[in-house]
């Protein structure tokens, strides 16, 4: 890399760690807030589902608006609302304020991340080099997240949970600054008018599809608001393929989606995101409310996490290289699947901290791994006007995956808790919750790992990315 293009390097994965800190940062400390705002206990996961529905819902819009209005405009706008939502955040004494500001901080997310991601593929070019921008961005996106978890843990047991926001505000001028002096303007060559009616439906359908998730996480799956709202969003959702079809610039072309490199690499992105972000929301459940956990002791249990898959990042890219994307997205899905499955053996005692350390730290390195080669394989062989679409529709994955993990996985350990809280004690009832919650993600993500290896090499002889 050259000096400028080390320098761009550096200030994009700052903004983008900023965004992945943000979101682990409130998980931990979500117990605290919701007891200190008066949330009920039902209604805990809003404060991180508020944050993920935004974010998944415009992300690809946003990829396609930074195209034409220009990538670096749509960073510098999505940081200037991240700094406001964190200090409203901060500033909140009530459960309705935090909310909004948890909606805001989504929405900058959700256009942050296809702003920069945008700005770090056409600043490298296809091959090695942008694939170790790439696994450096996945290793700091992970980063991001441990590290936001043990810095979430340390700031709600030391200081205050609203330091968990407030953080964000000297970080996110500090983002504001540099940008305009390091990284260029850049856009694609668009004519036309742009796709409304496509970006309305896309939005509000994933909205609503989110919503009813959540809402049947929360509430149970025959709850009838949440069954309809899922309904809603199948309905937008189709129609927005039927408006795809016949305006003259679609928002996603069908043309790009049935590309078999982005397809099957964003579905092995939705898996990895999924089943990772609900399972470390579990081992949290777990520690706090069955080993009797703070906040603070929960969040230094994943540091060693944040340590490999940092180290998964640093290696994808040379992994890639030797072995090929459509080789490595399903291995590294696949270590993270066993890993997920040991976690089904922990009890009441202390000694399972151990186990939890190495199976997330192992985890950690193939979710981090398969991250990388989802984002190399969805990415690779397009032109620069379709890597805002491109790493939109990566980064709505992601969102999708971490909104719609945790209330479908927490549902199942919900629904077991109460069936146990009959006739066992509290902390076995959460175990045994637990424990179900995470043989059943294992499973689906050595099922996801099985069928991305068989689309992808199916898919081999026009889509196989090896970098030179």
Do not use: C
Not at 54 to 80: E, P
């Amino acid at each position: 890399m050259t000096g400028r293009q080390k320098t761009v390097l550096a200030v994009l994965l700052g903004a983008q760690f900023i965004v992945s800190a943000d979101f682990s940062i409130l998980n931990v400390a979500i117990p605290v807030i919701g007891k200190d705002l008066g949330f009920a206990l039902a209604d805990f996961q809003w404060i991180a589902t508020a944050f993920a529905l935004t974010s998944a819902s415009f992300t690809l819009v946003f990829g396609n608006v930074a195209d034409r209005l220009g990538r670096r405009r749509m960073l510098l706008t999505g940081m200037g609302l991240l700094v406001a939502a964190s200090l409203l955040g901060g500033l909140a004494g009530s459960p309705a304020v935090l909310l909004t500001a948890r909606v805001v901080q989504g929405l900058a997310t959700g256009i942050v991340i296809p702003a920069a991601m945008s700005l770090l593929t056409t600043s490298f070019p296809e091959g090695p080099l942008r694939d170790r921008a790439l696994g450096l961005n996945g290793a700091l996106l992970s980063a991001g997240f441990t590290i936001g978890a043990v810095l979430g843990g340390v700031l709600t047991g030391v200081v205050s949970w609203r330091w968990a926001f407030l953080i964000n505000v000297p970080v996110g001028v500090a983002v504001l600054v540099l940008v305009p002096m390091v990284v260029a303007e850049s856009r694609a060559e668009r004519g036309g008018r742009p796709d409304v009616p496509g970006a309305v439906t896309v939005s509000l359908g994933l909205a609503a599809l989110i919503y009813g998730i959540s809402t049947l996480g929360a509430k149970g799956w025959g709850n009838a608001p949440g069954l309809a709202a899922m309904a809603v969003g199948v309905v937008l959702l189709a129609v927005f393929v039927a408006v795809e079809m016949r305006v003259e610039q679609p928002l996603a072309p069908l043309r790009f989606l049935s590309r078999p490199t982005v397809s099957w690499g964003n579905l092995g992105g939705l898996a990895t995101f999924t089943m990772e972000t609900a399972a470390i929301f579990l081992m949290t459940l777990y520690l706090q409310e069955t080993l009797g956990y703070s906040a603070l002791a929960a969040g230094l249990v994943f540091a060693l996490t944040g340590v490999t898959a940092l180290l998964g990042g640093v290696a994808a890219p040379r992994l890639i290289a030797r072995f090929g994307s459509r080789n490595v997205l399903p291995a590294g899905l696949l270590v993270q699947g066993l890993s997920t499955a040991a976690l089904f053996f922990v009890g009441h005692g202390h000694g399972s901290v151990a186990l939890v350390i190495a199976a997330t730290s192992i985890g950690g390195f193939g979710h981090m791994v398969a991250v990388v080669s989802y984002m190399v394989t969805a990415t690779s062989g397009l032109a620069d006007d379709e890597q805002g679409l491109a790493t939109g529709l990566t980064s709505m994955t992601q969102q999708v995956g971490i909104t719609a993990g945790i209330p479908v996985l927490s549902a199942i350990a919900n629904s077991r808790i109460h069936a146990l809280k009959t006739h066992e004690a509290a902390a076995d009832a959460v175990l045994g919750g637990v424990t179900l919650a995470v043989l059943i993600d294992a499973a689906l993500t050595v099922t996801g790992a099985l069928l991305v290896f068989a689309l992808l090499r199916r898919a081999r002889p026009r889509t196989e990315h090896r970098p030179a």
